[in-house]
Antibody
Framework: QVQLQESGPGLVKPSETLSLTCTVS????????LTWIRQPPGKGLEWIGY???????NYNPSLKSRVTISVDRSKTQFALKLSSVTAADTAVYYC??????????????????WGKGTTVTVSS | DIQMTQSPSSLSASVGDRVTITCQAS??????LNWYQHKPGKAPNVLIY???SLETGVPSRFSGSGSGTDFTFTISSLQPEDIATYYC?????????FGQGTKLEIK
């Protein structure tokens, strides 16, 4: 059973770059779209983007100019970088694995595995 | 982006009650819809995918229905361990988008 664990600084200064790592254990990530999602205080879930292990990435257009998702060569970690942060980037950040299931001639996609989340506060 | 409108935002019900949550997409998403359960301090957990398919290991009291723009999530008999926030999420298009969530409480 694949397990994910987020890590990184809990406090980031405005205008700096938020950097988080997701460590994968218990299995291979090669079948997943490696995803980052966040939840600002009192708000719902926001999809940040994902990367397939081959290196192709897709980002939320609302964040695209500031976001980079990368995976390390060992494929045991993937990372999120969000530049020029403001207080609006304060949130719980989750890493997740999106899985594709082929059913009835169609592919269906859902977040099959999640980390427990890490809180990041943007403040001076 | 596809907007997902979920209602109600909060719900109080008694153990044994039938609970229903609705989710409306801003455009036709066929059956490309998931439902997640999120308990405080824990990772979210997928319950339903493809609008009505129960994920392996999920109790049969959970169900989903709908297609196109209108979807429903039902708990047939509410149990104390079902206290959580529930989210719908579309995967018809990028970016993936979620409903605002429904916080479910025991009356």
């Amino acid at each position: 059973q694949v397990q994910l664990q987020e890590s990184g600084p809990g406090l980031v200064k405005p205008s700096e770059t938020l950097s988080l790592t997701c460590t994968v254990s218990g299995g291979s990530i090669s079948t997943y779209y490696l995803t980052w999602i966040r939840q600002p205080p009192g708000k719902g879930l926001e999809w940040i983007g994902y990367m397939y292990h081959s290196g192709s990435a897709n980002y939320n257009p609302s964040l695209k100019s500031r976001v980079t998702i990368s995976v390390d060569r060992s494929k045991t970690q993937f990372a999120l970088k969000l530049s020029s942060v403001t207080a609006a980037d304060t949130a719980v950040y989750y890493c997740a694995g999106e899985y594709s299931k082929y059913v009835g001639s169609y592919y269906h996609y859902y977040m099959d595995v999640w980390g427990k989340g890490t809180t990041v506060t943007v403040s001076s | 982006d596809i907007q997902m409108t979920q209602s109600p935002s909060s719900l109080s019900a008694s153990v044994g009650d039938r609970v229903t949550i609705t989710c409306q997409a801003s455009q036709d998403i066929s059956n490309s819809l998931n439902w997640y359960q999120h308990k405080p301090g824990k990772a979210p957990n997928v319950l339903i995918y493809a609008a009505s398919s129960l994920e392996t290991g999920v109790p049969s009291r959970f169900s989903g229905s709908g297609s196109g723009t209108d979807f429903t999530f039902t708990i047939s008999s509410l149990q104390p361990e079902d206290i959580a926030t529930y989210y719908c999420q579309q995967y018809d298009n990028l970016p993936r988008t979620f409903g605002q969530g429904t916080k479910l409480e025991i009356k």
